[in-house]
């Protein structure tokens, strides 16, 4: 996918920023977009789409300020992986799908299947928080809240999720 996605700009110099993006960010956000499609088929649908927008809007990208690369690219993969749920007439939340097995303690599958079934507020906010470790300041830039109101959904969140891990099993009261 790489070399296509090079042949699509002119300069060296962006061919070898964009390398090393891609090659520093390529597997997180594969994960992400198998996280929000929830199928390795789909989510190599999405990646791919995804960096060919990437590519698309070139200078956009490389207007960005180094830092700000990976969550605007953040948002192509879940506007990306949004579409493409839309398009087979799914949409989010994806869990309701199907009836997970219960979670043996220790096992990190039933820890995401628990994040995942988080009311969609505080999932998306702990999901920046903690997964793509954004700042308070740029997930409110983000989300359009305000920086308390992030920082708040971040403790309910944070306390919503203690709970239910406790529910489940996971660490002691």
């Known amino acids: 996918m790489l070399p296509i996605l090079l042949a699509a700009l002119e300069s060296p110099s962006d061919k070898a ?49 180094k830092d700000k690369r990976l969550p605007w690219m953040v948002t192509i993969v879940k506007n990306t992986a949004l579409s493409h749920l839309r398009t087979l007439g799914r949409t989010v939340p994806l ?12 096992d990190p599958g039933g820890i995401v299947e628990i994040i995942r079934a988080m009311p969609e507020q505080y999932r ?24 308390s109101a992030v920082s708040t959904r971040v403790y ?12 489940e099993g996971y660490g002691h009261e």
Not at 127 to 134: A, D, M, N, R, S
Not at 156 to 167: C, I, S, T
């Open 124 to 147: 998306t906010i702990l999901e920046l928080k903690f997964v793509w470790e954004l700042e308070e300041k740029e997930i409110a830039r983000q989300t359009g809240l305000t920086v």
């Open 156 to 167: 309910r969140g944070r306390k919503l999720l203690q709970q239910a891990l406790r529910k």
């Open 17 to 65: 920023v964009f390398t090393q993006f891609y090659e520093s960010h390529h597997t997180d956000l594969h994960r992400y977009a198998l996280f929000l499609v929830k199928d390795p088929h789909q989510a190599e649908d999405v990646i791919q789409t995804a960096w060919l927008q990437c590519v698309r809007y070139a200078e956009r990208f490389f207007a960005l300020p």
């Open 95 to 106: 869990a309701e799908d199907w009836d997970p097995p219960a979670p043996e303690v220790g």
